[in-house]
């Protein structure tokens, strides 16, 4: 077995296919709204997630409390939604990153981005430099949008890489 080389780690974990996903949260006025990738379904009955989520991100400290969160898929052909959620969140004139959003039992809920679930906290794994928030789905729901047809967005159809 070969030695663990940085680059071919990176070139062959790279190859995992990842979806891409935009994850809010509420807690009392703050908000939280970031981009995510390490996302993956680890059991059936209960539906649970994993969920890998940067420990040094105001979604990390925010989550911790709220406990809850709205994970909203991107279909394929919203890739140019996504960078508005690789900065900062902003909560403005109703839009969250620039986004129209509602809340749904508390939770802002992205109007433009066709379907979202709802997790709430099963439990944490340390992890590394991103913690795994272990999650089950308590809903599910769907936005009216003509995207709601497509296949979802995913990393390989980005120009972008993370992890390895």
Same mark, same amino acid.
Request: neutral net charge; contains cysteine; glycine residues 8%.
């Given at each position: 077995?070969?030695?663990?080389?940085?680059?071919?780690?990176?070139?062959?974990?790279?190859?995992?296919?990842?979806?891409?996903?935009?994850?809010?949260?509420?807690q009392?006025?703050?908000?939280s709204?970031?981009?995510?990738?390490?996302v993956?379904q680890v059991s059936i009955?209960?539906?649970?997630?994993?969920?890998g989520? &940067?420990?040094?991100s +105001?979604?990390?400290e925010i *989550?911790?409390?709220?406990?809850?969160?709205? @994970?909203?898929? #991107? =279909?394929?052909?919203q890739q140019?939604?996504?960078?508005?959620?690789?900065?900062?969140? &902003?909560?403005?004139? +109703?839009?969250?990153?620039? *986004?129209?959003f509602r809340?749904?039992?508390? @939770?802002?809920? #992205? =109007?433009p981005l066709?379907?979202y679930f709802?997790?709430?906290?099963?439990?944490?794994h340390?992890g590394g430099?991103?913690?795994?928030w272990i999650?089950?789905?308590s809903a599910?729901?769907?936005?009216?949008?003509p995207?709601a047809?497509?296949?979802?967005?995913c990393?390989r159809?980005t120009?972008?890489?993370y992890g390895?």
């Amino acid at each position: 077995m070969a030695k663990l080389d940085p680059e071919l780690r990176k070139r062959v974990l790279r190859k995992v296919l990842n979806g891409v996903f935009v994850m809010t949260t509420r807690q009392e006025e703050r908000y939280s709204a970031a981009l995510v990738t390490f996302v993956t379904q680890v059991s059936i009955e209960p539906p649970l997630y994993a969920v890998g989520v &940067r420990k040094d991100s +105001g979604l990390y400290e925010i *989550l911790q409390q709220s406990r809850r969160a709205v @994970l909203h898929p #991107l =279909a394929k052909s919203q890739q140019q939604l996504a960078p508005a959620f690789f900065k900062a969140t &902003r909560v403005e004139d +109703g839009r969250l990153n620039g *986004l129209p959003f509602r809340l749904e039992d508390g @939770l802002p809920v #992205l =109007a433009p981005l066709p379907w979202y679930f709802v997790l709430e906290t099963e439990g944490w794994h340390p992890g590394g430099d991103h913690a795994v928030w272990i999650a089950r789905v308590s809903a599910v729901g769907t936005n009216e949008v003509p995207e709601a047809e497509e296949a979802p967005l995913c990393m390989r159809d980005t120009p972008w890489s993370y992890g390895g």
